[in-house]
């Protein structure tokens, strides 16, 4: 895991070689254990320590390295092969060992253990088709100085960050945005549409970014960029889930056939040079994880670390489950509890680490989580992120399932998942829920306060237009559409900012895209039954989970108590802050916004949607300041 920061220009196009020094020292928190520059005229490799002429280089090529495999200085970058390919590279290739067996029977040759050089010679070998080749995330830059171009990638879920810039004669590639900020050309100006959707919904499009100009590239696509134009080709896919058919109906087999592809993902991602450890939420699906990497670590003679979140005296505490966990494995078990005082003090670096605004406290949660794991020496950690989107776990995925039978007349279907619910062994939490959809279904539609952002008009929200969207698409489209646009995008950016602020590799084994081919395989019938979700987890996993995890019916995650925290400790500091100039108050009716403080203090929490709304506001406007973005 590591930061990237590539830069092509023109050779007319000023820019010192130190920029790129600048920018790859930038994300030294991503890559602590080692840096490197490496620059090019044209065809012509220059020295890494380039002398200061602007206009000396066409392309410059910065990484920073988190060592997790091959520690050696062999793992290096910016890494060359044959003498044609040069790479940047932040992320991990599962499956280096099966690809390097099967180049090397093609004749290439190694001098390292490292995945970078194995993707390196993927790529001499295949060209563009090994990207779908790689079980694994990542983001790169490869130089191809033979056609004269840099190819960009990225992982099919978009587990790893890449963004791209274009100015006049220059691109710029890189991990995070702030990293742009020492490119000549670039400032920090803010996209007041999705400013005003954010703001509004809390809803994010998953191909634009809060800055203008400054483009992600699109999850599971590779984009081809010319030396001599500087014009990115139009992303081109690799990966094809949407040829999917859903054909296994019976919950039994589908549990079997997730237990057996769970555990190869799990025994992939466990290869590391490095210590492993698991982030423990005591949900299902960090626990499947944990239990998992158990088995497959028993008689290595190191006990399995856990990193759980702790709320004590809350509703949403899951400590209780965990513990059951790490008794089961034999963890050594690390807990954190969240404090609103010591929130207010990391707010700013929290702030800075994400680049753009969060949309609630959870993910100040997971910083904490990452914070610890660093703390107990752990370089990396296994993470339930992912098991909701593929299996379709969420609430709203089941209703939104339950609606189609109604709308498609199977009334007896519906009603068995109903009242089978209430009764014998189904989960009553499904009729429970049906207030909490309705109310959130209304809040989407219509926003708690009008809030108005520049020239904002009050045509309907993207957030609306994507809801309206999700109800005309049939199961298997819904499903593709929540896991590649709805849900995972912003988790895994928020995910990524939190572990690598502290140098911590964060893994995921139920987004391997073979993992997930399978998963949606898996009918409707074969993931809900009588109001439980994840039917093929539960079953794949019933003995080995502790029944205490295995029979759960609510779900909570690395939450934070975020209403009683808005309602008590962290009064004071949004009372002053309505009472104070601050930029925000450029952009949003202070009238409004003092009207939803007010209204979130008045139902003391009961409503979720306004106390979400509010903290949008107060961290859009803590990041306008902190980053010091324009909106002119």
């Keep these: 895991m590591c930061g990237i920061a590539a830069i092509i220009k023109h050779e007319r196009t000023r820019c010192p070689a130190s920029v790129i020094h600048a920018m790859r020292d930038e994300v030294a928190h991503r890559g602590p254990d080692g840096f490197g520059s490496q620059f090019f005229r044209v065809c012509q490799q220059l020295s890494p320590r380039l002398p200061d002429a602007d206009c000396e280089w066409t392309v410059g090529l910065g990484h920073r390295r988190l060592a997790i495999l091959d520690l050696s200085a062999a793992g290096h970058q910016p890494m060359s092969y044959l003498g044609r390919y040069w790479i940047s590279y932040n992320g991990e290739v599962y499956n280096f060992v099966e690809l390097r067996s099967e180049l090397e029977r093609l004749g290439h040759e190694f001098r390292s253990t490292s995945d970078t050089e194995v993707i390196l010679a993927a790529y ?110 139009a992303p081109e896919d690799y990966w094809h889930p949407e040829t999917i058919t859903p054909s296994i109906t019976d919950p039994a087999e589908a549990g079997r056939l997730l237990a057996d592809q769970l555990r190869t993902c799990v025994g992939i991602q466990l290869r590391s040079d490095v210590p492993v450890g698991c982030s423990l939420s005591g949900g299902l699906d960090s626990s499947a994880i944990t239990v998992l990497a158990h088995s497959l670590q028993q008689g290595s003679g190191q006990a399995l670390e856990t990193f759980t979140l702790t709320c004590p005296g809350d509703p949403i505490d899951e400590r209780a489950y965990a513990e059951s966990v790490a008794e089961q494995t034999s963890a050594r078990s690390h807990f954190v509890t969240l404090d609103p005082h010591v929130f207010l003090s990391d707010l700013d670096n929290f702030v800075w680490t994400h680049d753009e605004p969060v949309g609630n406290l959870s993910m100040y949660a997971a910083y904490n989580v990452a914070r610890l794991t660093r703390e107990a020496r752990i370089n990396v950690t296994l993470n339930g992120q992912g098991g909701d989107e593929v299996l379709s776990g969420y609430w709203q995925s089941y209703f939104l399932h339950l609606r189609e039978l109604g709308r498609s007349g199977q009334i007896r279907t519906l009603m068995d998942h109903l009242w089978g619910a209430r009764y014998g062994s189904g989960n009553p939490d499904l009729l429970g829920q049906i207030p909490v959809m309705l109310r959130r279904y209304m809040a989407r539609r219509k926003p708690p306060l009008a809030i108005r952002f520049g020239q904002d008009t009050a045509e309907e929200s993207g957030a609306s237009r994507v809801l309206t969207h999700v109800l005309t698409l049939d199961g ?53 039954r009588r109001g439980w979700t994840k039917c093929p987890l539960r079953v794949g996993l019933a003995r080995q989970l502790p029944p205490l995890v295995r029979d759960r019916r609510t779900k909570i995650g690395f939450e934070t108590p975020q209403d009683r925290w808005l309602c008590g400790p962290l009064r004071p500091m949004l009372e002053q802050w309505l009472n104070s100039d601050r930029p925000i108050w450029d952009h949003v009716d202070r009238r409004e916004v003092r009207q939803l403080a007010e209204e979130t203090w008045r139902v003391a929490g009961r409503r979720d949607e306004v106390g979400q709304t509010l903290f949008r506001v107060f961290i859009f406007d803590r990041w306008l300041d902190v980053c010091q973005v324009s909106a002119a």
């Excluded at 950016?493 to 964060?506: G, I």
């Design 124 to 233: 001499a070998e295949w060209g563009v088709d090994c990207f779908s080749r790689f079980r694994g995330m990542w983001g790169l830059a490869i130089f191809d100085r033979d056609r004269q171009r840099v190819i960009v990638s990225r992982d099919h879920l978009g587990i790893k960050p890449l963004y791209l810039w274009k100015g006049d004669g220059i691109v710029a590639i890189v991990s995070e945005i702030k990293q742009l900020r020492h490119v000549p050309g670039f400032t920090p100006r803010l996209d007041e549409a999705v400013a005003s959707e954010f703001i509004k919904t809390g809803y994010e499009d998953s191909e634009r970014s809060f800055f203008r100009g400054v483009e992600p590239l699109r999850a599971g696509t590779w984009a081809s960029i010319p030396i001599g134009t500087l014009v990115p080709g």
């Design 476 to 528: 298997q489209q819904r499903r593709l559409f929540e896991m590649r646009k709805l849900f995972l995008p912003r988790l895994l950016k928020w995910d990524d900012r939190n572990f690598m602020a502290f140098s911590v590799e964060s893994r995921y084994p139920f987004l391997d895209h073979q993992l997930i081919e399978l998963c949606l395989s898996f009918s409707p019938r074969a993931l809900y």
